[in-house]
Each structure stands twice: as C-alpha cells, then as structure tokens.
Antibody, heavy 122, light 107 residues
Framework: QLHLQESGPGLVKPSETLSLTCTVSGGSISSTNYYWGWIRQPPGKGLEWIGNIYYSGSTYFNPSLRSRVTISVDTSSNQFSLKLRSLTAADTAVYYC??????????????WGQGTLVTVSS | DIQMTQSPSSLSASVGDRVTITCRASQTIGSYLNWYQQKPGKAPKLLIYAASSLQSGVPSRFSGSGSGTDFTLTISSLQPEDFASYYCQQSYSYPHTFGQGTKLEIK
C-alpha cells in the first residue's frame, strides 16, 4: 500500500518560486507501475492536472503551466518534486501529489497525498 | 485540450435514491475515463477507472458506463457517506483534464 506525503511552505510571495516535495513510502519511486503526478485545487474550485514524471525522468505537463513548471524525481530519497515559478495569487491552491497507474494502461490517479495548501500573498 | 463537461453541477437526493451523473468529452476518448469522489477537506478518492472498472475496496453500488464521448456514474442506492463531490477525468491524452465536478447534497 503506497503512502504519499506532500511537504513545503504554506505561504509564498508573489513572483517567487514554489517548491514542493512528495515523499513516497510503501513502495519504490523506481517502480515501472506508476507515473508520479501533481494536481492542484484552488479553494472552492475544481481539480487541475499539473503534470507527471516517470522514474526514468520522462515528463508531461499541462500546457497552461508548462513554461513555469519543473517536475523531478530523486530515486535515492524516494521522492519527487514540483517547482512552480513566477507565482501569482491565481496559484493559491491545495496541491496534491498522486500516482498515475501505468501498469493498468489507464493512468488513473489511484494513490493520493493528503494535500498541502499553498497561499500566494505578500 | 479535451474539455470534460459534467452534468448536473449539483444534485439533491435522499438516502436510498438511485443517482446518475453524466460526463461528456469534447472528443472521443475511448474508455480512458476515471471517476473520483471528494469529501470536504480530503483528497479525491478513485472510484472507477477505465470507464467501468471498480477500484478495489469501492462498494458495488457504484458503477460506471460509457465509451467514446458519453459516460455515466451511477450510485444504485445512496448511503449517507456518499454525499460528496464527484469528478470525472479523461486520461486519453495530455493534459489529463477533469470535469468541473458535481456536488451531491442531501435533500
């Protein structure tokens, strides 16, 4: 049973860079069964898929965020990370990390972290 | 991007009711359709993947159907713990877009 846990600052200033880490336990981030993804949800709104990464380093991003996003994987720490640059108030959201099933072929988001609220404000 | 449209946006129902939520894709997505349940303050939970496959541990009163562009999530007999928000998501092509959500409330 995989367990994912997000960590990072809860408050970031406009124009700065958000850095979040997702720590994976109960399994290896080098597993060929999953992509490792990030999703966000502004307060009171719906879900937005940000992007994902495979253990090999292959990444896919939402075009609406591609110019500002980096996702990386650290196999030695069993973690993957999100960096989002040039923040504005519109980036205020709960950020979730999650697995996307690769072995099923349907990329369903099956394991989720609890989410972390990031507020962009000076 | 593929646009996902859910209907209704909100729904009031009673315990024991049969409820259906619809999701429509702006282009064909085969069976690459997933359904999630989200309760306030919690992460979403996977209910259905591949349009009709029930995720392990999810009660059998939940079912999904459809292919191509039109999909449905059905709850056969609503239980008190089912009052939540529901989201569809396509995983056919990147970005993996979500519907806007359906909030299921107690009548």
């Amino acid at each position: 049973q995989l367990h994912l846990q997000e960590s990072g600052p809860g408050l970031v200033k406009p124009s700065e860079t958000l850095s979040l880490t997702c720590t994976v336990s109960g399994g290896s981030i080098s597993s060929t069964n999953y992509y490792w993804g990030w999703i966000r949800q502004p307060p009171g709104k719906g879900l937005e898929w940000i992007g994902n990464i495979y253990y090999s380093g292959s990444t896919y991003f939402n075009p609406s965020l591609r110019s500002r996003v980096t996702i990386s994987v650290d196999t030695s720490s069993n973690q993957f990370s999100l960096k989002l640059r040039s923040l504005t108030a519109a980036d205020t959201a709960v950020y979730y990390c999650a697995t996307q099933g690769y072995s099923s072929g349907y990329y369903e988001l099956d394991y989720w972290g609890q989410g972390t609220l990031v507020t962009v404000s000076s | 991007d593929i646009q996902m449209t859910q209907s209704p946006s909100s729904l009031s129902a009673s315990v024991g009711d049969r409820v259906t939520i619809t999701c429509r894709a702006s282009q064909t997505i085969g069976s690459y359709l997933n359904w999630y349940q989200q309760k306030p303050g919690k992460a979403p939970k996977l209910l259905i993947y591949a349009a009709s496959s029930l995720q392990s541990g999810v009660p059998s009163r939940f079912s999904g159907s459809g292919s191509g562009t039109d999909f449905t999530l059905t709850i056969s007999s609503l239980q008190p713990e089912d009052f939540a928000s529901y989201y569809c998501q396509q995983s056919y092509s990147y970005p993996h877009t979500f519907g806007q959500g359906t909030k299921l409330e107690i009548k």
